[in-house]
């Protein structure tokens, strides 16, 4: 069953307390989705409760801190969502990191942030949240964030990045038949340059993935010249993955 009205569905948006997270999260709110906020940065989450209150949104909105590469975590979170709240209908694999520098220089360390997150986070949340979609039988979405770079060479040393993007891209065009099979709705989004706290990337690396990388004073530095950026509205990136969920589409590019 695809999704057609949002009344009387849970949404489960990982990073979804900022940035692109956070305007899909007031999107499926405004129209009458119950919404799961998941993300890794409390001071994140309290500012996004904060703002989707602030619009009237507040009864329709939760959250709970999750870091989507932590398995057993997620694991855990998919069975109380289960059990407390039903299960969920459209999930919405947001959560991700920007991952800046040469490839050339990068160690392990940058690999397994960079595809840890981007990649194995939508990898964790399919394997946790789509064996009880399907068992509801509700039918329902699955919303991957992918980005333009996936798809084209950006400025900047995004190789990380863009591999990680790029899979993510390729695994939702090929997933979208096995869903579809299942009732189960698929699009990809495809953002360009949206207003977010990507480059916030070096605060949300573990410590123990920061020893001897050289991305990590790089992302620094880019996160100080974005500042001020006149990039996308999420709110505005929010409201197209509405739109697609319901006409079912593919692709969703800003
Ligand atoms: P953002 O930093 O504002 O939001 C991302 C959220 O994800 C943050 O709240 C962060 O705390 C959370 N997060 C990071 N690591 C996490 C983890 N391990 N577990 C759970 N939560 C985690 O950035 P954004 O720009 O809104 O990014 C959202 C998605 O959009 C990302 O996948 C990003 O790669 C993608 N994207 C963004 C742009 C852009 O221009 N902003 C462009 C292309 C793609």
């Not at 906020?37 to 329709?60: C, F, N, Q, V």
């Not at 590469?69 to 694991?75: G, I, L, V």
């Not at 990039?231 to 969703?252: K, Q, S, T």
């Amino acid at each position: 069953m695809a999704i057609t009205s949002f009344a009387g569905r849970n949404a489960f948006v990982t990073g979804g307390a900022s940035g692109i997270g956070l305007g899909i999260a007031k999107a499926l709110a405004k129209r009458d989705a119950f919404v799961i906020i998941a993300d890794l940065r409390p001071d994140h989450i309290g500012k996004a409760l904060k703002a989707m209150t602030a619009e009237g949104l507040g009864e329709s909105v939760i959250a709970m801190e999750l870091d989507v590469t932590d398995r057993a975590a997620y694991a855990d979170a998919a069975r109380r969502l289960d059990d407390e709240l039903g299960g969920v209908d459209i999930l919405v694999n947001n959560a991700g990191v920007g991952v800046e520098g040469p490839v050339l220089e990068a160690t392990y360390a940058d690999w397994d942030f960079g595809l840890g997150v981007n990649l194995g986070g939508v990898v964790n949340g399919l394997q946790s949240i789509l064996p009880q979609m399907i068992a509801h039988g509700r039918g329902g979405h699955v919303v991957n964030t992918a980005s333009l770079a996936a798809s084209v060479v950006m400025p900047g040393h995004l190789a990380i990045y863009a591999a990680g993007k790029a899979a993510v891209l390729n695994l939702s065009e090929n997933m979208r038949a096995d869903l579809a099979a299942k009732g189960i709705g698929c699009s990809v989004l495809c953002p360009g340059f949206v207003r977010s706290n990507i480059h916030e990337a070096a605060r949300n690396r573990p410590a123990h993935l920061r020893e001897g990388s050289g991305f990590v004073a790089s992302e620094q530095a880019l996160a100080k010249r974005v500042v001020g950026n006149d990039w996308m509205d999420p709110d505005l990136v929010g409201e197209m993955v509405a739109d697609a969920i319901v006409a079912n589409e593919l692709y969703v590019i800003t």
